[in-house]
């Protein structure tokens, strides 16, 4: 049975900061894509990064190119999202997800697994 966890959401202020886990079971982050979503109120999900099985490649939503890093722990079967200089518009419910598929998937049908979402949300 696959499960991913996420967990470091919280309330935060403009220009603040988080670090998101997702915590994996079931498969091995080292043979994935993996990637972060987010979904606004009354917005479709959307793509926010994702990292290839080797963690050698990564890809990101261009609003976030320069804040926001992805990155992996193939040890801990862990996957993070470290997001700087927070803006309102990033306030979301943010979900990770697994992916059979290259590491440009950016569709939510391109991806297999989903975790239940952690809030973020940026007070300005």
């Known amino acids: 049975q696959v499960q991913l966890v996420e967990s470091g959401g919280g309330l935060v202020q403009d220009g603040g900061s988080l670090r998101l886990s997702c915590a994996v079971s079931?498969?091995?982050?080292?043979?994935?894509?993996m990637g972060w979503f987010r979904q606004a109120p009354g917005k479709e999900r959307e793509f926010v990064a994702s990292i290839s099985w080797t963690g050698g490649s990564t890809y990101y939503l261009d609003s976030v190119k320069g804040r926001f890093t992805i990155s992996k722990d193939n040890a801990k079967n862990t996957v993070y999202l470290q997001m700087n200089s927070l803006k309102s518009e990033d306030t979301a419910v943010y979900y990770c997800?697994?992916?059979?598929?290259?590491?440009?998937?950016?569709?939510?049908?391109?991806?297999?697994?989903w975790g239940q979402g952690t809030q973020v949300t940026v007070s300005s």
């Open positions: 079931g498969l091995r982050i080292s043979q994935y894509t």
């Open positions: 997800a697994s992916s059979n598929g290259q590491v440009w998937a950016r569709g939510v049908d391109e991806y297999d697994h």
